[in-house]
């Protein structure tokens, strides 16, 4: 607990319906269309199949951000990589704490796996988590560059 914060992971299926609210508000902070139901059932999906974990932060009883990490490993280290791929803090409350809480959750959580380190990627013009990611420690990539390749598979 943190100045008002506790970080849970979300263990149970009442546990992901509280954080699929806040999934689909950091789906429409990237521009995607809102979905609750879908966020819902994607994120019940992966605690089936064991594929992510996930971090809540209550400030009390209220939910007010997450953190979702992905299993991966590196070829080069031979070791196994948490992908932190999802960070949201509801807005009403960032600048509060709360990303810095749900960060050094999910670092003791790589670290007590066993893993080599975190990853992560951001929008270049998200500043402000920018900046929390290099206060905790993350040095940004100078050396390798990203490609994504989408395909449409809703046909």
Do not use: C
């Not at 709360?98 to 893993?115: N, W």
């Not at 270049?124 to 490609?147: C, H, I, M, W």
Request: proline share 5%.
């Amino acid at each position: 607990m943190t100045d008002g914060i506790e970080v849970r992971k979300a263990d149970s299926e009442d546990d992901i319906r509280v954080v699929a609210p806040l999934f689909d508000a950091y789906r429409v902070f990237y521009k995607a269309q809102s979905d609750p139901q879908r966020a819902l059932d994607f994120l019940l999906a992966r605690r089936r199949a064991r594929e992510s974990v996930i971090f809540v932060a209550f400030e009390g009883d209220r939910p007010v951000g997450f953190v979702q990490l992905y299993p991966i490993f590196s070829s080069v280290s031979m070791e196994p990589l948490w992908l932190l791929n999802d960070l949201y803090v509801h807005p009403g409350t960032r600048r509060g704490g709360v990303g810095r809480a749900l960060m050094q959750r999910a670092e003791e959580h790589a670290r007590a796996t066993g893993a080599g380190g975190l990853t992560l990627s951001t929008a270049t013009n998200n500043k402000p988590a920018q900046g929390l990611y290099e206060s905790e420690g993350y040095e940004r990539d100078r050396e390798f560059l990203v490609y994504n390749k989408t395909f449409d598979v809703s046909s």
